[in-house]
């Protein structure tokens, strides 16, 4: 694995006060790890390891979430393969050969867990100086990386491998337990070294997507509410009260606020574009590029997101991964109806959970209704719904691709990067906003004092607290954000509540094949068998000599 360091550190410049005898243009084992400056250039490489999860082009936590919920179905075009649609019902009878379905995947998650733990084995060396605060803000940063990149692995496939120090040995499975041990610790060592004042809501133009104190906080609150609702018991490494302390903190100290318009989080959801020029029209309050130039809202980044993943318009086929690779995916196939670019039809939103939350004025922002925007005119229908599998009528519109008013693609109108229709897109991945904080907040205190002020921002009326108000609202404030099959999977223990749940809103679900009328299907027997968790890929268990085992049901 010491090519995976080695691609995180490649290329750096290094400063004038080096000994003469090292290298001007690249780091190495002997200078990656020196000092405070290039501690930070290590941290960097970390940061672009978890990037690396979503825009090296594997399924991606994002879109694995998606398809595997109630919220949507695998989708794709008529003569595509059917290996998401093993994702989506949790049965191989859709393609026996897809055995590596997240073969992609595992590799990215243990190349950026292995340049986290290069740099936390190598931190106790590094000459820090007298800056302690810097040794302990880098090394936290680091920890929370890894804790989120093995709280990931761990919730699609349960039992991984455990690797904290950089080796390539070949490991079992650990236990969950074991794995959850090393999550809290990372998280807690963030919260406790990560300054408060270093990241945090009121500073979010500079440090958009650092990991700060607050978002390990939300992470470990997180981290709590799954393990305990999925494995059915309290971690040793981290209590209620805990939970309780980090989430309140967040809250209360963070300086983060509920964005005015819901709309404005997302920028397919506030924006048009202008009628005589290739600029937009847009309140959104996120980095963008328009008029020439990168934009960070209308008033700055907004104080909503606690944690972004971030992306760029640089990626290409040649090394440089930084793009955000699912967005083209959510495009309908085929038609570009601005803003809404075309894509690859995955992800196609259940028109069932549409209209079970059809009345909540957010659901405009959440989702795209062809129907009502006059798409399915019958040269539309030619080309988009003969070509499309389980077409609803419906896409992903928070992070769908954008077009402009002719259909020229954002990146090409604007000449940005690769102008590639699979990579040149960038809008960022908020993994936590801070009305996930409020709902956690009020699921942890028991209190509806965050469920009201989320719903009070949309119009809605005040309710009291329950554990189906709580349910009821986080379907629908976090609908489309890769965070309702994780929801499911806590609400009952090894998944058994999910099973019932998405069969309920999946099975017989009216669709369009190719045009032809059908009706979807679910078992829960499918789904029960395997937990609710992913296939191991077979290449890692040959590669292995078997050390490794499949979970169960696959």
């Given at each position: ?248 903190d967040v809250v209360e100290n963070g300086g983060y606020d509920l ?20 600029n937009w029209n847009t309140t959104y309050a996120g980095k963008h ?195 309702r099959y994780w929801d499911l999977l806590r609400y009952g223990k ?61």
């Open positions: 694995m010491s090519a995976v360091a080695a691609l995180a550190l490649s290329a750096v410049a290094c400063s004038d006060d080096f000994f003469e005898t090292s290298s001007k243009t690249t780091m190495n084992s002997e200078t990656a790890y020196s000092n405070t400056a290039t501690a930070e250039m290590a941290l960097i490489g970390c940061y672009d390891g978890w990037q690396r999860t979503i825009s090296d082009e594997g399924v991606g936590i994002y879109m694995a979430a998606e398809i595997a919920a109630d919220e949507c179905f695998a989708g794709a075009g008529v003569g595509d393969a059917r290996n998401y649609n093993i994702i989506d019902d949790f049965t191989m009878s859709w393609e026996p050969s897809y055995v590596n379905l997240f073969a992609t995947d595992w590799t990215n998650y243990y190349k950026g867990i292995y340049r986290c733990n290069s740099l936390i084995a190598n931190a106790p060396n590094i000459d820090w100086g007298t800056d302690t605060v810097a040794a302990g803000r880098i090394t936290g940063e680091c920890r929370a990386i890894r804790a989120l990149l093995y709280f990931d692995l761990v919730r699609l496939f349960g039992d991984v491998p455990l690797l904290t120090a950089p080796t390539s040995d070949n490991l079992p499975r650990a236990a969950a337990s074991e794995v959850y041990t090393v999550i809290f610790d990372d998280l807690k060592y963030a919260i406790a070294n990560i300054p408060a004042s270093a990241y945090n809501g009121s500073n979010l133009d500079e440090n958009d997507g650092r990991m700060s104190k607050y978002a390990a906080e939300a992470l470990l609150a997180r981290a709590y509410l799954f393990y305990t609702g999925y494995y059915g018991a309290e971690h040793p490494s981290c209590t209620k009260a805990e939970a309780v302390a980090a989430i309140n964005e005015a318009n819901y709309a404005d989080l997302w920028m397919p959801a506030c924006t048009e574009p202008a009628a005589d020029s290739y590029y328009n008029n020439g130039a990168w934009q960070a809202g209308q008033n700055g980044i907004s104080k909503e997101f606690v944690l972004n993943l971030k992306f760029n318009t640089t990626h290409d086929y040649n090394g440089n991964g930084d793009g955000n690779t699912f967005q083209v995916f959510l495009g309908t196939r085929n038609v570009c109806k601005a803003p809404i670019a075309s894509g690859w039809g995955i992800c196609v939103p259940n028109s069932r959970f549409v209209t079970r939350y059809g009345g909540d004025p957010r659901m405009a922002s959440c989702v795209v209704d062809f129907a009502a925007t006059g798409f399915e005119s019958q040269a539309d229908f030619d080309k988009c719904l003969i070509d499309s599998y389980e077409y609803t009528g419906y896409a992903i519109r928070k992070y769908a691709p954008l077009c402009f008013a002719d259909g020229t693609r954002e990146s090409v109108g604007f000449q940005l990067g690769e102008q590639h229709t699979n990579i040149t897109y960038y809008i960022d991945y908020t993994v936590i906003r801070f009305a996930d904080v409020l709902l956690m907040h009020s699921e942890l205190n028991a209190d509806a004092t965050g469920i009201n002020r989320v719903r009070a921002r949309v119009g809605l009326p005040a309710v009291g607290y329950s554990e189906d108000a709580l349910r009821d609202e986080r379907a629908r404030e976090l609908a489309f954000e890769g965070i090894d998944g058994s509540y999910a099973a019932q749940q998405i069969a309920e809103m999946q099975d017989g679900v009216s669709v369009y094949n190719g045009g032809v009328k059908a009706t979807t299907t679910f078992d829960v027997a499918d789904f029960t068998s395997k937990k609710g968790l992913m296939q191991i890929p077979n290449s890692e268990i040959t590669l292995s000599g078997n050390v490794l085992t499949q979970n169960a049901g696959w």
